[in-house]
């Protein structure tokens, strides 16, 4: 091998590096959007004289919004520079996040809210595309890093809320100093290069797509994204107004569920170096389905409500990283099909915790963990279906 040669892959291996770096730096920003929502939702309905049912709908406009960015961002990744384009969202995120707290009206916020969804939604395909595209079929452990690194945000942004709230008696301050931690990834993108898109590329064993398997992945996550959406966005209302804990305490159960899904997905990244997907899904969705019903169970109790959460982000970590791992391993991964993905996920996350926000009020606080144990066994059953249409896939 000669010197150009080996500073020829050096360069290569040192620009997939940095690029893996500021993709995670970009789904740090991510997660800190991401979960900035439900500790602040009580805030957001004080600033707009509004109730619990009817700002709920925010959750729903976000979620349409994120719909709408992943397909639109799917298509993007596909035809411009994915840096360019990942930049330009996370300003969009920013400027999003600065705005809403000083919206007087709920369609003020609303429109917000939607925008910041389509900003979200395109950073999500973006980063789980073209960590695919920079590492193709090395990919596996790089992506539950991404996820783990999400997950790292989401635990940050509730302790970020709880002192700003502290320290100034709003959320304003909140908002903004979240907003301004979007742009060093943005910044930093547009010093790389993009990654060539999958047209470039020939196409392996898992170039073929499955209509159905793509469809089915869509469903999982649509009831994934539900479950783990309605529990960070609503754990903090429901203790609050069942009583078991006051503000400061529930901002921390609600960190402490991100926090857990963070370390589940940092373990997850060796497992899923001796485990198949499949088992590690089917490991996850059982861990689920007894962590809901611990809380369930104990509707009065406060430690049973901890041990839940706790367990139920370990359980939900690795399962949409396991299954877009799954996904790459069957079928060609272009923007456009990972957009599908989010669109599945946008739903879950549109349905589920609005669901949730009507029946609330009406039924009680408790209806949360009902709903949220309902998704979860539906997912139990789309996961068996997609392992099957996996299978014929492999064959």
């Known amino acids: 091998?000669?010197?150009?040669?080996?500073?020829?892959?050096?360069?290569?291996?040192?620009?997939?590096?940095?690029?893996?770096?500021?993709?995670?730096?970009?789904?740090?920003?991510?997660?800190?959007?991401?979960?900035?929502?439900?500790?602040?939702?009580?805030?957001?309905?004080?600033?707009?004289?509004?109730?619990?049912?009817?700002?709920?709908?925010?959750?729903?406009?976000?979620?349409?919004?994120?719909?709408?960015?992943?397909?639109?961002?799917?298509?993007?990744?596909d035809r411009a520079p994915g840096h360019i384009v990942i930049a330009c969202t996370l300003v969009v995120i920013a400027a999003m996040l600065a705005l809403a707290p000083i919206m007087p009206f709920l369609w003020l916020l609303t429109v917000v809210l939607f925008f910041l969804g389509m900003g979200e939604g395109a950073v999500d395909v973006g980063g789980n595309t073209l960590l695919v595209w920079t590492h193709r079929s090395a990919v596996g452990p790089y992506m539950n890093g991404l996820h783990f690194f999400w997950g790292v945000g989401a635990f940050l942004s509730p302790i970020i809320v709880a002192q700003a709230v502290l320290i100034s008696g709003d959320i304003s301050w909140a908002y903004w100093v979240l907003a301004m931690f979007m742009l060093p990834a943005a910044v930093g993108l547009l010093r790389l290069p993009s990654p060539a898109t999958e047209s470039h590329h020939e196409a392996g064993t898992a170039g073929q797509v499955n209509v159905l398997l793509v469809i089915l992945i869509a469903l999982f996550l649509f009831l994934y994204v539900g479950a783990e959406g309605s529990l960070g966005g609503w754990l903090f209302t429901y203790t609050t107004t069942l009583g078991l804990s006051g503000e400061a305490v529930a901002a921390y159960l609600t960190s402490s569920f991100w926090g857990a899904l963070t370390v589940g997905r940092l373990l997850a990244i060796p497992i899923a170096a001796r485990l198949r997907p499949r088992s590690i899904l089917l490991i996850d969705l059982v861990g689920c389905l007894i962590s809901v019903g611990v809380i369930l169970l104990a509707p009065g109790s406060m430690f049973a409500v901890w041990v839940g959460t706790l367990g139920a982000g370990l359980a939900m970590a690795s399962i949409f990283p396991t299954t877009i791992s799954l996904a790459e391993s069957r079928i060609r991964i272009t923007g456009q099909i990972t957009g599908w993905f989010f669109v599945g996920a946008s739903l879950g996350g549109m349905t589920v915790p609005w669901l949730i926000g009507q029946l609330f009020e009406p039924i009680g606080p408790r209806v949360t963990m009902l709903i949220i144990l309902a998704d979860v066994i539906m997912a139990v059953g789309v996961f068996v279906a997609m392992m099957l249409s996996a299978r014929r896939t492999a064959k």
Not at 17 to 46: D, I, N, R
Not at 61 to 71: C, E, I
């Open 1 to 77: 091998m000669t010197s150009t040669t080996i500073e020829s892959t050096v360069g290569v291996g040192t620009g997939k590096v940095a690029k893996t770096v500021m993709y995670y730096a970009a789904f740090v920003a991510l997660g800190l959007a991401s979960a900035s929502l439900g500790p602040t939702l009580g805030g957001l309905a004080q600033h707009t004289r509004t109730r619990l049912s009817e700002i709920s709908f925010l959750f729903t406009a976000r979620a349409l919004g994120y719909l709408v960015g992943s397909l639109a961002g799917g298509r993007l990744y």
